[in-house]
């Protein structure tokens, strides 16, 4: 990024291969719409080209990009006047028999991606960046303009509402040990 920052642009193919398909998972999570995440996606780059000057080398780089995907999402949100939503992971094409643990392991990889597409945005983006992307809270926290605090919570909140929505899904009762 330091070669970008110089006027080296070529180097931004690099940021691209590095990160791309991470920023799409980022992106689609949000959105659940390929199109729009891809979009995004080529959106992002182009931000880091116009604002490269605005990177703080002291700063960690992947919150900066995240922090730039999170606010190229909400510019297209904005400019949408309602949300496509894609589902590609709605049907699960199999050819041939698979053992019962495959079929209950693909169906439960079913029920945690429908759980997390029904969480709230909010919820659904703090444990996208965590569990997904592996960010520090204090990543998150610069991210989402908040406390290191306020992102735990929100973590915890989060994972407790789509550990109870699969269960839900599964058909399954959550008792709540307190």
């Not at 990024?1 to 080296?8: D, N, P």
């Not at 070529?10 to 990160?19: G, K, N």
Request: proline fraction near 3%; hydrophobic fraction near 40%.
């Amino acid at each position: 990024m330091r070669q970008v920052q110089a006027g080296e642009i070529a180097q931004v193919a690099l940021l691209f291969e590095r990160y791309n398909v991470a920023l799409f998972r980022y992106l689609f999570g949000l959105s659940s719409n390929r199109a729009l995440s891809e979009d995004l996606v080529q959106e992002v780059f182009f931000r880091v080209i116009k604002y490269a000057k605005t990177y703080d080398p002291n700063q960690a780089f992947a919150g900066w990009l995240y922090r730039m995907a999170r606010n190229a999402y909400i510019d297209s949100q904005r400019k949408a006047s309602r949300e496509v939503a894609a589902d590609p992971l709605a049907e699960v094409k199999s050819g041939e028999p698979v053992p019962e643990e495959l079929v209950t392991r693909k169906q439960d990889a079913q029920f945690l991606q429908e759980a997390l597409r029904r969480l709230p945005q909010d919820k659904r983006e703090v444990l996208m960046l965590s569990r997904f992307h592996n960010l520090r809270y204090e990543e998150i926290g610069r991210i989402l303009e908040c406390e290191v605090g306020a992102v735990k919570g929100r973590v915890f909140r989060a994972l407790k509402e789509l550990r109870q929505t699969f269960y839900e899904l599964r058909g399954e009762r959550v008792y709540d040990a307190r």
